[in-house]
């Protein structure tokens, strides 16, 4: 299973942009899906998460700025961040729970991580 991340880079405060997570290879079906952000120096944080039945929850400082969808389809997750702060700045990883065909586990599967930069 590979993740492709994508969507990141520089933006003013008060800007938009829209992350996306794309999966691929022997995947049976993609449980979980979620977003973490990781600043210099800190610890990787969850951002934002979605169950397979669309429930989503959200890190307090991003609630009402940020939606999680997700296109079971094109097996994606996609993160659109408006509103973004300085302190939104850090690389941002997708994380999927994945079952492939032959195997009855969810296994954890992170993409590359995409750089998010809030600056003036």
């Known amino acids: 299973v590979q993740l492709q991340a994508s969507g990141g880079g520089l933006v003013q405060p008060g800007g938009s942009l829209r992350l996306s997570c794309a999966a691929s290879g022997n995947i049976f079906s993609i449980n979980a899906m979620g977003w973490y952000r990781q600043a210099p120096g800190q610890q990787r944080k969850l951002v934002a998460r979605?169950?397979?039945?669309?429930?989503?929850n959200y890190a307090d400082s991003v609630k009402g700025r940020f939606t999680i969808s997700r296109d079971n389809a094109k097996n994606t997750v996609y993160l659109q961040m408006n509103s973004l702060k300085p302190e939104d700045t850090a690389v941002y990883y997708c994380n999927l729970g994945v079952t492939v065909y032959g195997s009855d586990a969810d296994n954890d599967y992170w993409g590359q991580g995409t750089q998010v930069t809030v600056s003036s």
């Open positions: 979605i169950t397979s039945g669309g429930s989503t």
